[in-house]
């Protein structure tokens, strides 16, 4: 690969993981109601009604939780970008497979480290 075809891939690369961070940035934001405590009036919501609203809640508080997980992935992975050490395993140092960062841009480990993990 050409220094010119390895920013280009470093540049698409960027964009992606810039455009996956606004994407989780904004289902947060749309998703901020459904957070919030549910209210114990009974008058307003019934006993079943409230325990749905609180698993809705759970579930909701659980999916943003995964967001904030991935976010610090793809901040990881852009400061990598700016201090040259993107598409270099953290844990060995050796390259990333190019089609293992296409798949997944913020992916911080080769597939031999990763598969170790999983053991």
């Known amino acids: 690969m050409t220094k010119g075809d390895n920013d280009r891939d470093i540049a698409e690369f ?32 019934g006993r079943l009604s409230r325990m749905d609203a609180m698993q809705d809640q759970a579930m909701a508080q659980e999916a943003e939780r995964r967001r904030a997980a991935e976010l610090q992935r793809i901040d990881a992975a852009l400061e990598r970008l700016k201090n040259g050490d993107y598409g270099y395993c953290v844990s060995c140092d050796e390259d990333i497979a190019p089609a293992r960062l296409k798949l997944d841009p913020a992916v911080a480990t080769c597939i031999n480290c990763a598969s170790r993990v999983r053991s």
């Open 14 to 45: 960027s964009r992606l993981l810039e455009a996956r961070r606004a994407e989780l940035h904004d289902l947060s934001d749309s998703a901020r109601d459904s957070r919030k405590p549910v209210e114990l009036d009974q008058s307003k919501v």
